[in-house]
């Protein structure tokens, strides 16, 4: 048996059992292995955010737990963010404004989605809303 192989059946028996290991710590974390033996992704979400003296803080302001129920994977605190000159506001789109009525977004390849060029809707369409990319079929 060559070292690849060895390593592979090794690999192989190693992970079988930890995919049954599954137990909640005494803070009341879930911890389990899925069937590759790997644990489930959580993540905190960090916001770096620049001090008066020029130095920077990094300041915990969510959370992303794949163990728990889809609709509660994410967590944001939005009162802690902090996007660009410490502004609480979500910044507009440097790329590309708003898609005026009777358009609708196509975006640039190659280029961030925010970054998209308006183009008339096609005969027999239409947008009742700006900024849309989807748009009402007229019958």
Not at 40 to 54: R, S
Not at 80 to 105: E, F, M
Not at 124 to 137: A, H, M, R, W
Request: overall charge negative; charged content about 25%.
């Amino acid at each position: 048996m060559d070292m690849d192989e060895l390593i592979e059946e090794f690999a192989h028996h190693n992970l079988t059992g930890y995919q049954w290991i599954r137990f909640k710590t005494k803070e009341g974390e879930e911890v389990y292995f899925n069937e590759d033996g790997d644990p489930a992704a959580k993540y905190d979400i960090i916001n770096w955010q620049p001090k008066k003296d020029g130095s920077v803080e990094f300041v915990t302001i969510g959370l992303y737990d794949a163990s728990l129920p889809e609709d509660k994977q994410l967590h944001l605190d939005n009162l802690t963010l902090s996007w660009a000159n410490n502004s609480k506001q979500v910044p507009i789109s440097v790329c590309s404004g708003t898609c005026a009525l009777g358009t609708r977004k196509v975006l640039q390849k190659g280029k961030p989605v925010c970054c998209y060029d308006c183009i008339p809707c096609a005969e027999g369409e239409f947008s009742n809303t700006t900024g849309t990319i989807v748009l009402i079929k007229i019958m």
